[in-house]
């Protein structure tokens, strides 16, 4: 892949992570206000005639998933199968929506301005 493109998304919600140690912050009720960066790929002559990997544009109904279905839940009720750690939200999130958008080459989960976790498959 040659080219790559990101856009980045915003969301709230709570999380708890199960398995951390009893005095673990983690282990506890809590919240983070979400940075999303998807990221999209393509070869040397995967442009589109505009000269686009995509249209940014292109990405709102991913910005309408989050406002909709995302925003302002509890992060267990939707990942019910394991922790929503940052890992396991970017790589929910790629499998949700690759299919959709076939360039899509990382999904990038921050919860605190320091931190970022990444799914690249
Ligand atoms: N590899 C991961 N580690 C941690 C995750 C995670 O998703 N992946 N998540 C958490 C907590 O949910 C939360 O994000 C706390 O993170 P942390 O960076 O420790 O937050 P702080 O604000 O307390 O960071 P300081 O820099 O120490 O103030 C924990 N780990
Ligand atoms: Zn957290």
Redesign the pocket.
């Known amino acids: 892949m040659v080219y790559r493109i990101s856009k980045e998304f915003h969301f709230s919600a709570s ?1 708890r ?1 199960d398995g951390l140690p009893p005095e673990h ?2 282990g506890r009720l ?1 919240g ?1 206000n979400y940075v999303i960066e998807l990221e999209l790929s393509a070869p040397a002559d995967g442009l589109d005639g505009v000269g686009f990997v995509r249209d940014y544009g292109d990405l709102a109904p991913f910005r309408q998933w989050l406002d909709d279905k995302v925003d302002h839940r509890h992060l267990n009720d939707l990942l019910v199968d394991r922790n929503p ?3 396991n939200l970017a790589r929910w999130m790629y499998e949700q929506w690759q299919q959709h958008f076939p360039e899509l080459s990382a999904v990038r989960v921050s ?2 301005a ?2 970022w ?1 990444e799914y690249r498959p």
Request: aromatic share 0%.
């Open positions: 999380h992570l912050q983690c809590h983070h750690s940052a890992e919860e605190t320091k931190s976790a």
